[in-house]
């Protein structure tokens, strides 16, 4: 459900990103969540957040918001 309507505020050319990200997701939690401890865990979850961020095009310039997907 979340997924849907998160796809309502992204790029279209970005909604690809959405299905493989939750792919990538999918194949790597199993992992993070029985071998690491709490602390490195959650910087994993940052890590891998931070990176789908960038992935997707956007930045951290105030320049780059996307005031498209207010619109909505």
């Given at each position: 459900?979340?997924?849907?309507?998160?796809?309502l505020l992204k790029r279209p050319h970005n909604l690809i990103l959405t299905?493989?990200?939750?792919?990538?997701?999918?194949?790597?939690?199993?992992?993070?969540?029985?071998?690491?401890?709490?602390?490195?865990?959650?910087?994993?979850?940052?890590?891998?957040?931070?990176?789908?961020?960038?992935?997707?095009?956007?930045?951290?310039?105030?320049?780059?918001?996307?005031?498209?997907?207010?619109?909505?």
């Amino acid at each position: 459900m979340w997924t849907v309507l998160t796809s309502l505020l992204k790029r279209p050319h970005n909604l690809i990103l959405t299905w493989i990200h939750l792919l990538q997701y999918s194949l790597i939690s199993p992992h993070l969540t029985a071998q690491l401890n709490p602390f490195y865990n959650n910087l994993a979850h940052y890590w891998i957040g931070m990176a789908w961020y960038f992935q997707e095009g956007n930045g951290n310039n105030l320049a780059r918001i996307d005031l498209a997907s207010g619109y909505v």
